[in-house]
């Protein structure tokens, strides 16, 4: 049996009939793997229409509804308690400034140790204090600056207070290098 179409195109019968069992098979194989996919399907889809212990669709759906007002109700509370969280770091300290300094030394060549030194705490909106601490042979003293806005309109405040200020002032910055010290003086934090 001799076909116009085989010989035009140079193929022999026996070829041609292997190369169609070979695709009758994978088509075979993919058909199986189709149907196996198909039947989980099939199932999950019953399981669900049925709901578990016969339970109808209906309630499964409005038992989901429930949950999700739940859960919005709950998101408020988190919404109102993340608000007072909020306000409350924003009135937190978080900008400090710390210098520390030797009161005993007058001129620079006798070193007291770098007992003294200024504090300066801020919150977001730069207000805060300064508490300086003045430690000398005749004693310790301790003062204390208010400051609003990143100002203190109280009292003029000394050299090494307006070092701590400004670092506070700019917390997470790197101060130019004429801020770092007092007249070549070492900053220590």
Excluded: W
Aim: hydrophobic share 40%; proline share 1%.
């Amino acid at each position: 049996m001799d076909s116009r179409i085989l010989e035009f195109f140079n193929v022999k019968l026996d070829m041609f009939i292997i190369f169609i069992c070979m695709v009758f098979v994978v088509m075979a194989i993919t058909l199986f793997f189709l149907l196996l996919d198909y039947l989980k399907i099939r199932k999950k889809y019953v399981e669900f229409m049925t709901g578990e212990s016969g339970k109808s669709l209906e309630y499964t759906i409005y038992k989901r509804f429930r949950e999700i007002d739940e859960l919005k109700d709950g998101q408020k509370d988190n919404d109102s308690q993340i608000e007072i969280i909020y306000n409350l770091v924003r009135k937190s300290y978080n900008k400090i400034g710390i210098y520390r300094y030797d009161a005993f030394s007058i001129d620079r060549n006798v070193n007291g140790g770098s007992l003294s030194f200024a504090l300066t705490m801020l919150n977001s909106e730069n207000n805060g204090f300064i508490v300086n601490t003045i430690h000398n042979r005749a004693g310790c003293y301790v003062y204390m600056k208010e400051i609003r806005n990143g100002v203190c309109e109280n009292a003029p405040l000394a050299q090494e207070e307006e070092i701590s200020l400004n670092m506070a002032l700019n917390y997470g910055q790197k101060l130019p290098e004429e801020q770092n010290g007092l007249d070549g003086q070492e900053e220590n934090e």
